[in-house]
């Protein structure tokens, strides 16, 4: 991974199914792009502000060449938008990472769940696991099949049970016969909009600890009635003590104090602005820090969390 950002070349930018635009980037002087996994993620500014957090959905083992896919989301904050309106080949784009908060996992079997552009992390997914071996189950659905990309490519990979529910011929994905039976050391992987994951979450609560593995791309609605109150926060290096309010969020104050963390999403999804904890016990509200890294609580997402305490203490 890299926190410096680099200008990358559009090397193509074309619809690869309704309202999705795969996007292909190089290097402008043909070096070799740093190694990614499956599940991992750049960021991409597309200027005017926009900062937008995209999954890699090409082949991990072509260090040429990225590729992205992109939504245009009509009704969004104006991202894709510009991506759909702006990118095309010759364009050039700052980029940074690649970031992974929803690797791969070993497991003997896999189930993978996707929901419209929730495909483009799992199709790398469904190519490693296909190659080593490993059984997979894939359900795709969407709002139509002209909408949902990368079919065409999901069907050529070998092995596997594939099930593609385009929602206005089959309606929407059975969630409930799908995961109805828990199988031992089998992981789930989960992406799309948040009806699905919230969906997949109730019919795989009676599963075995861990095994599922969500991804999201808007935040998840948090129960702010626990722990929403004011506290301080010290910021140890810079030797200053604040107050959160209870309606401020503790990047916001932060950041209003003159000390400057860098953030994208501000919503709990990136991963960006992830700040070292030196005492006190964050609350965490975000969708990037796994149950293991949330109880050893030494790290925080200042952009929606907060603390359970009077006082929480951070590198800063």
């Known amino acids: 991974m ?7 070349e559009v090397e193509s930018a074309q ?8 996007i292909t980037l190089v290097d402008p002087g043909g070096e070799p ?3 990614w996994a499956p599940g991992a993620h750049i960021d991409v500014d597309l200027g005017a502000g926009f900062v937008r957090q ?16 992109v939504l245009r989301e009509r ?10 309106s702006l990118v095309r080949a010759g364009v050039k784009l700052p980029v940074r990472g690649p970031r992974n908060h929803f ?18 992390p799992i199709l790398p997914m469904v190519r490693r696991v296909a190659a080593q071996g490993r059984p997979w189950t894939l359900r795709y659905g969407g709002r139509c099949r002209g909408a949902m990309a990368f079919v065409d490519e999901l069907r050529a990979v070998p092995g596997g049970d594939l099930d593609v529910v385009p929602e206005d011929e089959r309606g929407l994905l059975d969630l409930r016969a799908v995961l109805g039976s828990p199988t031992e050391r089998t992981a789930i992987f989960c992406c799309g909009p948040e009806r699905l994951i919230a969906a997949v979450e109730r019919e795989a609560a009676h599963w075995p600890a861990g ?12 129960d702010t009635g626990s722990g929403g109150g004011a506290f301080d926060v010290v910021l140890q290096r810079s030797g200053l003590r604040l107050t959160v309010p209870e309606y401020d969020s503790l990047l916001e104050v932060i950041e209003s104090a003159g000390i400057d963390v860098e ?7 990136c991963g960006t602005c992830l700040v070292r904890v030196c005492a006190g016990e964050p609350d965490h509200r975000d969708d990037v820090l796994s149950d293991d890294e949330r109880a050893r609580g030494d790290v925080v997402l200042p952009c929606v969390s907060r603390a359970r305490g009077q006082v929480l203490v951070l590198d800063l």
Not at 2 to 8: F, G, K
Not at 211 to 221: I, K, Q
Not at 263 to 269: M, P
């Open 15 to 22: 619809l690869c199914a309704t309202d999705v635009m795969a």
């Open 263 to 269: 953030s994208s999403c501000r919503a709990g999804i």
């Open 54 to 69: 995209y999954s890699l959905c090409g082949d991990p083992g072509d260090t040429g060449r990225w590729r992205i896919a």
């Open 103 to 120: 690797p791969l996992v070993d497991a003997d079997r896999y189930l993978f769940i996707a929901g419209g552009i929730g495909i483009t």
């Open 33 to 35: 792009l740093p190694g």
């Open 211 to 222: 095994s599922l593995h969500r991804e999201r791309f808007s935040a998840a609605l948090v």
């Open 2 to 8: 890299t926190d410096t950002w680099t200008t990358l």
């Open 75 to 84: 009704a969004g904050r104006g991202g894709s938008e510009r991506v759909h």
